[in-house]
């Protein structure tokens, strides 16, 4: 039999969501692709007239809207409506780490993916296709599963897992040319009719089918391993800092072995992202459910070599200005958690922060994409303080030239491009001296900033 899919719904209009279904409708025309999210301002926001209001920010995503949006592509709060038309329904909800209970701290907390399971059960007359698109952990298939099989009226559902494996600021060139897809699933006729979808702009090589627990367990373990590189040059580059090294140099060296590969080798402030440290401890609270504390232990290793990355680039920066920061202007440029995006979730500019502030430090932040109510709402989130003493302390500014001016010392935390064509000779002249640069980037050239006069600092040298 052959399920031909005209009507998709996706549960979820965020990072992962939002994108994914755009790629889908521009390239899929006679699939009409519905949105759907319970939070109505973001749903606003995607139907807002001004494409610069976007809820996301992604290179690319604005065209493909403005050329889908109300043709094939549609964003909308209702719910029920939309899952009960369509044939394929996408589960993009987030899955955050619990913060309470059994496995806080560590487990991923799956209520949401629940109550979409539940609400599918609840709406459907007929049967569907459910995909998981969100991370969760290896066996959710299973609970959604049982859900599903509960429904009254005795309808087919099929469960396919297909993690998405975009990462973000380059999402959609991610999307149209993907490394793989992978399809997860028991029902060939499912997985079947999910592959048709892909094959209108993915190579067939590159798909990719397994069954339902190795597809779940996939989209963890590479996170995991993106990470674990991440953190492994991250590990060296503190001891290229004692011996001489170069962090850049050992990279390029070991990345030109075709087993060790180039990418991902960049020394960094630490990462950041939805996914990395969640899937991690998502991957280490698994394996404590069963016992197998070596496995746990050394993933966890990943998490506390990126804690120690942000912390000793904090530490550095009140060492280097004389073991006080006490009342110092710092500026900070750039919060998102790499460049490109506007998300800052996990970013390590606001652990970087939170210490500084701890400091009593003066922080001066310009990013270019994250508003300063974010950027507020990141720093109050972590409860350290209360929120008049974040602002009695942070400030956001328009400009990185107004965030530096009479600052001690300027701290790079985000690799925008933009920060290489500052005008920092301007950016040094105002500044008080010494002039201190501590570049968590490795953005700019050690050479260029000394001889302007900056007392430069970057990770790795
Ligand atoms: C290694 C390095 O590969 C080489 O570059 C360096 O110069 C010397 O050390 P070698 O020890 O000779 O070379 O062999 P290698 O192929 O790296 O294997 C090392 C061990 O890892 C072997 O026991 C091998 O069986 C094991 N291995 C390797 C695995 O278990 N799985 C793998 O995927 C690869
Ligand atoms: C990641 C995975 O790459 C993607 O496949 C998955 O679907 C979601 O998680 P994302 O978190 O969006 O994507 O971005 P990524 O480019 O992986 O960067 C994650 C963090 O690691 C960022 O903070 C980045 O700055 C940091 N990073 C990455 C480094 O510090 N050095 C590197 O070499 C690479
Ligand atoms: P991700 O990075 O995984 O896409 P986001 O937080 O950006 O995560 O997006 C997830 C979206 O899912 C949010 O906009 C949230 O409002 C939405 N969501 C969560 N639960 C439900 C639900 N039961 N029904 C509809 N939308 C939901």
């Not at 969100?134 to 298939?141: E, L």
């Not at 430090?361 to 109510?373: F, I």
């Not at 040094?428 to 490795?442: I, S, T, V």
Request: glycine share 6%.
């Amino acid at each position: 039999m052959k399920l031909n899919i005209k009507k998709i719904c996706c549960i979820g209009a965020g990072y992962v969501g939002g994108p994914t279904m755009a790629v889908i409708a521009d390239k899929c025309p006679e699939i009409q692709v519905t949105l759907v999210d319970l939070n109505a301002e973001r749903i606003a926001a995607w139907n807002s007239a001004d494409l610069g209001e976007l809820p996301i920010y992604e290179p690319g995503l604005s065209e493909i809207i403005e050329r889908t949006r109300h043709k094939n592509l549609f964003f909308s709060t209702q719910v029920d409506k939309a899952i009960e038309e369509a044939e394929m329904i996408f589960i993009s909800v987030n899955t955050p780490t619990k913060n309470y209970g059994v496995g806080k701290g560590m487990a991923a907390d799956l209520k949401y993916i629940e109550l979409c399971a539940r609400q599918i059960a609840r709406v459907s007359k007929s049967g569907k296709i459910v995909v998981e698109k969100s991370t969760i952990p290896v066996r959710t298939a299973a609970t959604i599963k049982s859900i599903l099989e509960d429904a009254e009226g005795g309808l087919e559902f099929h469960v396919l897992s297909n993690p998405e494996f975009l990462a973000e600021g380059s999402a959609i060139s991610d999307l149209i040319d993907p490394d793989r897809i992978l399809i997860g699933g028991e029902s060939d006729e499912a997985i079947q009719a999910l592959k048709d979808i892909y094959q209108r702009w993915v190579n067939p090589d590159k798909i990719l089918t397994t069954n339902l627990w190795s597809s779940e367990l996939s989209k963890l373990t590479a996170n995991a391993f993106l990470a674990q590189r991440v953190s492994s040059i991250n590990a060296i580059s503190e001891l290229c800092e004692k011996t001489g090294a170069n962090v850049d140099e050992v990279a390029t060296a070991i990345g030109m072995d075709s087993r060790i590969g180039s990418k991902f080798l960049k020394a960094s402030v630490g990462f950041g992202g939805s996914c990395f440290q969640k899937d991690i401890l998502n991957l280490v609270y698994i394996a404590r459910t069963y016992n197998l504390t070596e496995v746990a232990d050394y993933w966890e290793q990943v998490i506390l070599m990126n804690d120690h990355q942000k912390s000793r680039f904090a530490n550095h920066i009140v060492n280097t200005l004389f073991n006080t920061v006490n009342g110092k202007r710092i500026a900070m440029l750039g919060w998102a958690f790499k460049k490109d995006t506007n998300d800052t979730r996990e970013s390590a500019a606001i652990y970087v922060a939170d210490h500084l502030l701890t400091e009593m430090a003066q922080l001066a932040v310009y990013d270019p994409k994250v508003s300063a109510s974010k950027i507020y709402q990141d720093i109050d989130a972590i409860s350290t303080r209360s929120s008049e003493e974040n602002r009695d302390l942070l400030s956001v500014h328009l400009n990185p030239y107004e965030a530096c001016r009479g600052a001690h010392a300027v701290a790079i935390l985000t690799e925008w491009d933009e920060f290489k064509e500052i005008d920092w000779q301007t950016i040094k002249d105002n500044m008080l001296n010494p002039a201190f640069l501590f570049d968590g980037r490795r953005l700019l050239d050690r050479k260029e900033m000394e001889n302007l006069g900056f007392k430069y600092y970057t990770l790795g040298e």
